[in-house]
């Protein structure tokens, strides 16, 4: 995650872009709905991969859906 506070070099993964990345692809692919099995709500993360979709399916004409998840197998279920 993103710390501007901390005066520390960092690594970020770009959760926000891979996500409108994946969501074109999938676009391209012919889906027009798609659901994100959302992690916990204090996920940094989290909620940076769902405002990636939420964008992404606004500018493609996408219906997305967030289910709340936990980050276990079983939750994917």
Excluded: F
């Amino acid at each position: 995650r993103e710390e501007p506070e901390v005066a520390l070099p960092t690594v970020v993964t770009d959760n926000c872009t891979a996500m409108r990345e994946i969501c074109q692809h999938l676009h391209h692919l012919g889906h027009r709905r798609l659901v994100y099995l959302n992690g916990s709500p204090l996920s940094w993360q989290s909620r940076e991969r769902w405002r990636g979709i939420r964008s992404s399916a606004e500018q493609l004409g996408l219906k997305a859906l967030s289910v709340p998840s936990e980050p276990t197998i079983e939750g994917g279920y």
